[in-house]
């Protein structure tokens, strides 16, 4: 079974149209089948599947001792999860917001991510922190977050942010195998998105970011939910003679920062695009990793576009200003290209 | 004043007619502005969902009628029922639901985050067992400002998975806080019976603190009233916190999108709930057996609270949606 | 009591040389006598005045009533003071090392941020949650981190992170009278540092940053433990014939970028050095600032030094390599005007 | 295997004397090993602080001698005794405590961190009660994978203040699983009597789960040793988790930097301690007394293993540091 470099084209005949919340249960499922040491710890993830029905069925196939309905306790599931870990299993706990994890912050950055260190390389944690992001579901401030900035910074982690039903299935069964804590973040808004899927099982390797739209005049650097909102924006851009690039970031950690800056070189401009907090978040990261990559090539400064800086609000007029949209990418794209 | 209170405890006659019926009017009102949200949510004119508080209406009312209008609450995502039991109005509820600038949060809360000063509630929430700590902090501002103020913290038993109430509960017992942590007990947390996620006897978990725990039949507006009079008296004299749980059952869905509910508990268990143990039906009852009221006055009563509910909405579904640009105001005080 | 602006310098007569926890000592006492709201709790607060002693005294002034020695509850205690301050106090909650405020995460960012937004403006959380930050004390991976990115990410807090003791003590008396939540960082290692404090009352607004060292050549913006470092790192450069100036941020949130900007523009070239980890830290939104701000100005691209993106080790020839020094800014800094 | 141990316990005669003589030995390791410590920081040698185990020796030597090599412990700051209870070499050790590569973790850990997979210790912590989620975990890795280990939670009284062990304990007794919370009960969280910190009974914590609890006298290893053997066969069998409390006492300060205690205990206090309930005085005294050992082999024991500690004081002084630029390997497995 071969690892799928970014840039094969899967053979039309094996491939079906799937949504990403398919893609997510089918890793899922794979990886249990191939490996009984892993398992999924979570609220609500057995008989309801998840509040969003996303693993439906999946305890049929393995059973409530591998698909763990716990109680409502995120610190004490991932600690469990940290633990299983440590000796022997693969544990994938589920949890439901994203904005949840601030209870998981001490097990997942003071244990999760130190440990193998702390160890001189003796111990490891192999498990997977799945959780989601992403806004505009009308849930107010404190079930619409995405804090995928916080655990990018912390040195241990890996963090994977797909942003198609493909990459979702291949990215997800890396993380699974992969040695170390990797948190994997869901774009709520995204589950039934369909895109096409091999029958084939592959993987896709955790640090390479994926060019989802060739272009020569601007590159648009985004995660996650912004990669469709960037490839929108490039719709936007072509008729007016503006041919935009889209990078997806696939991983904010291990970073693919080689693809960011040639692109950024190539096309001599860049905006990075997340649903994160757009201060101090992860769009900072990047647009300094390529202002410093690319500055003898840039034309114009990177610009960055994350969600508003204020808690996410609930009244529709409201929280549709708060994250970037295609029309807003647009219009900073052209303002760089001297096109506004 | 705290003696007073006693004196009134001890002299407690069966409820006087003018309270009896004032709690009916207060349960009847929670049962039918949910009976709208989900309208609202039916005929997708609400954004988002909500969690109906129909069949635990008896414990909103029955605490809240025992405290006063300075005490504080905390609520959770179910909370529409305790914020109209500490008095809140429909009108500027309905409109919160509905993100209009009228609502009590300007639209940007949302049904799990009205919140009201003028009537001590201090903010439903929508993390689960997150409140515990807000509500033993105002109780131990309220020890500290001498106020004689106490704060009430509601929560479902789901949150009892939460290590944040225990650290809570700790406090509070040491220090003698005026907080009383009030679980309703609705047996489920979203879809999972609570047995399955709650190990040991639930009354353990707070007497384990050295907390005055009681635990009563949550249909009971009478019971849960007089109860909630006695433990809130004790803890206003400074005698610490105490734990109330409630047994009590949601009638529907854990939010209003969730209809087939088979996979979880059976149709014949809810029947059982709603045709025998339904708090707004039993108050109904006692009060026509007691003869404080007939079904004429009763169902006046409801019309009467109907037609409000009905003003409510329509003023909520006319009123204006907040200003775009108050998109970043409120964000730093 | 008149606010001091930045640029002010204090009459010698009045002043006095104390340390920079004596400086965090006298806010919180003046701050207490001042008004009755203001509290202080954390764990060994009281007889023991904490574990690095900054607050010996202060229960014998005001008693265990308003200097309260908690259970080790980092989420309790900061849940309670959300609530205390939600209903007329003024907490002021002590976390001992920056590392436990993992624990503390959904206090503070989805309540404590969050509550003055979702009321829609009518609830107030007047806190102040101080911790500290700073490795090199040898205290391994769990007791050596600097964790301000995370706030600063987050809409509703302020973070403050100051440098030396006369802007301690006026910011964190400024801290404690907003009417918002605030959280401000001290660096365990500069509890000892001594500088000039004015005995007449002072506070220092928040969003000022302050130019602690003024020059030509090149600009290092730093915030907290990095500003000695950089001030030494600008000794290095000056008899090479490199004058550096030295922008002290004092606050994250809200940014002074007016102040940075300008600098950057001034000496066209900036280097940004915080003691957190430097991937997606706070040096990543400073640069990025900066790079846009002053994109025209700039003869080189904008450098960061964070803390390495390692656990802190133990080892002191280990951990000794993880953090900034006034060499390695130094270094870089020549690169950056061509005189290394 | 696991009746087989049943009938041992049944059978268990006065402790033999080999086994008699390990504990003292194991004991006497533990205390030389940490009176070292405390000299190297005076000294100045060794980086950092330490957090001594001296006065608790009976409590990781009685436990531990009741486990299976494979089986899994959690320790805390105050973790050198678990770590050689558990069967980790004091040379090692040492070598960790001074950041030298052939220490445990390769100089990266330190005396929090001493971690050792060869012997079960799957690592101290320096967060209060950061492992009583990893301890768990692992049971609940061991009850899937059949293997028949139990896991130990050791943790000071103090990490009763934090909502993991209680979000833990829930699902350990809920799960069944082969857990054992062991609290060291040595009075004080740092510099604060834990009575101040510590609300209701400590042992009502874990029964609210329905947790079997247990209380013991925490300076008698044989007290222990034999609590221990009964309640780990018991969880072992899938009889679920355990809590034992041992009232112990730690001699020195909370670290090796915090010499004047007296406004927080007593110098009377410590005294008594010391002189009445030193736990490998008592042992001594009680091998004497029964006739296993006589002084003079006692003290024998003690110089050997005096002898041991110092090698492993000259090994660890003498070993090198780790290459600086083994800084940024072992971020990622
Ligand atoms: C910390 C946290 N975890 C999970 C959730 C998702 N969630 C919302 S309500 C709920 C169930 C709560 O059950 P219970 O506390 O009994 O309240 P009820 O819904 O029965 O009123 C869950 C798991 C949440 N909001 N917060
Ligand atoms: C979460 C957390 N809070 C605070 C501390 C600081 N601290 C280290 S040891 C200690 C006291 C622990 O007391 P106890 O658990 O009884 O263990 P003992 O020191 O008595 O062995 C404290 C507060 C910490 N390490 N972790
Ligand atoms: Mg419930
Ligand atoms: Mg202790």
Redesign the interface.
């Known amino acids: 079974m071969a690892t799928i470099p970014q840039d094969m084209h899967v053979t039309p005949a094996t491939v079906r149209e799937i949504t990403f919340g398919q893609a997510i249960k089918e890793a899922l499922a794979e990886e249990m089948r191939r490996d009984p040491r892993v398992f999924i710890i979570g609220e609500d993830v057995a008989e309801a599947g998840t509040a969003f029905k996303v693993l439906s069925g999946l305890v049929k196939e393995f059973g409530t001792e591998r698909v763990i309905d716990s109680p409502i306790s995120e610190a004490g599931i991932t600690g469990i999860t940290v633990g299983a870990a440590m000796t022997g299993m693969r544990p994938v706990v589920d949890i439901m917001f994203g904005d949840f994890i601030t209870l998981t912050m001490d097990q997942m950055v003071n244990q999760a991510a130190k440990i193998h260190y702390m160890s001189g390389g003796k111990l490891r944690v192999p498990m997977v922190l799945r959780t989601t992001l992403g806004a505009t579901r009308r849930s107010a401030a404190q079930h619409s977050q995405s804090l995928h900035a916080w655990f990018s910074h912390i040195p241990g982690l890996k963090v994977v942010l797909p942003s198609t039903p493909f990459d979702a299935k291949g990215l997800l069964k890396s993380a699974i195998r992969d040695d170390g804590p990797v948190v994997f973040f869901e774009d709520k808004m995204m589950y039934q998105l369909k895109g096409p899927v091999p029958e084939e099982e592959y993987t896709l390797p955790l640090g390479v970011a994926d060019i989802k739209r060739a272009g020569q005049d601007i590159t648009l650097v985004a995660t996650s939910s912004m990669v469709q909102v960037s490839l929108r924006a490039a719709e936007i851009l072509e008729p007016i003679g503006i041919s935009a690039e889209v990078v997806d970031v696939r991983t904010t950690v291990p970073l693919d920062t080689r693809t960011l800056i040639d692109s950024a070189r190539k096309t001599s401009r860049a905006i990075v695009i997340d649903e994160g907090y757009e201060r101090y978040g992860v769009t900072a990261e990047i647009a300094s990793v390529i202002a410093d990559g690319a500055f003898y090539y840039l034309d114009a400064p990177v610009k960055r576009l994350g969600a508003m800086n204020v808690p996410v609000p609930f009244s529709p007029v409201l929280e549709d200003r708060t994250v970037p949209t295609a029309e807003a990418v647009a219009e900073v794209a052209k303002r760089l290209c001297n096109k506004a | 004043m705290a003696s007073a209170k006693k004196s009134k405890i001890a002299s407690l006659p069966a409820l006087d007619r003018a309270k009896a019926l004032h709690f009916y009017r207060q349960m009847v009102k929670i049962r039918l502005f949910e009976e709208q949200v989900n309208q609202l949510y039916l005929s997708a004119k609400m954004?988002?969902?909500a969690h109906l508080y129909i069949g635990q209406e008896a414990v909103a009312v029955g605490v809240c009628e025992a405290l006063r209008r300075d005490d504080?609450i905390?609520s959770t995502h179910r909370g529409h029922g305790h914020c109209l039991a500490k008095g809140a109005s429909p009108d500027k509820m309905f409109a919160?639901l509905l993100?209009?600038v009228a609502?009590?949060?300007?639209?940007?809360?949302?049904?799990?985050?009205i919140?009201?000063?003028d009537t001590g509630n201090?903010?439903a929430?929508?993390?689960?067992?997150?409140s515990?700590?807000?509500?033993?902090?105002?109780?131990?501002?309220?020890k500290?400002?001498r106020s004689g103020q106490v704060?009430v913290c509601f929560f479902g038993e789901?949150?009892?998975?939460?290590?944040?109430?225990?650290?809570?509960?700790?406090?509070a017992?040491?220090w003698k806080l005026p907080v009383i942590y009030v679980c309703e007990n609705n047996q489920y947390?979203?879809?999972?019976n609570y047995r399955?996620?709650?190990?040991?006897?639930v009354s353990?978990?707070a007497?384990?603190?050295?907390?005055n725990t009681e635990t009563i039949e949550g249909q009971d507006v009478e019971a849960i009233y007089r109860k909630s009079l006695e433990i809130i008296d004790q803890t206003r004299r400074g005698n610490g916190p105490a734990f109330l749980i409630c047994n009590t059952y949601r009638f529907y869905g854990h939010h209003v999108g969730d209809i087939d509910r088979s996979?979880?508990r059976s149709k014949k268990e809810e029947e059982e709930w709603k045709t025998q143990r339904d708090p707004v039906k039993l108050l109904a009852e006692r009060l026509q057996k007691s003869e404080m009221a007939d079904l004429e006055l009763l169902q006046a009563i409801d019309k009467e609270i109907g037609a409000e509910i009905d003003d409510a909405v329509s003023f909520a579904l006319n009123a204006p949606?907040?200003q775009?640009d108050?998109?970043?105001?409120?964000?730093?005080?």
């Open positions: 954004p988002g969902l504080y905390t919160e993100g209009k609502g009590y949060c300007r639209g940007k809360g949302g049904s799990m985050h919140a009201d000063q201090l903010g929430n929508a993390i689960v067992g997150g515990a700590g807000i509500a033993t902090g105002a109780a131990m501002s309220a500290m400002r704060a789901g949150a009892l998975g939460q290590g944040l109430l225990y650290e809570s509960m700790n406090m017992s040491l947390n979203e879809y999972t399955e996620s709650t190990a040991g006897e353990a978990r007497e384990a603190f050295g907390i996979y979880y949606y907040p775009p108050e998109v970043d105001q409120h964000v730093y005080a």
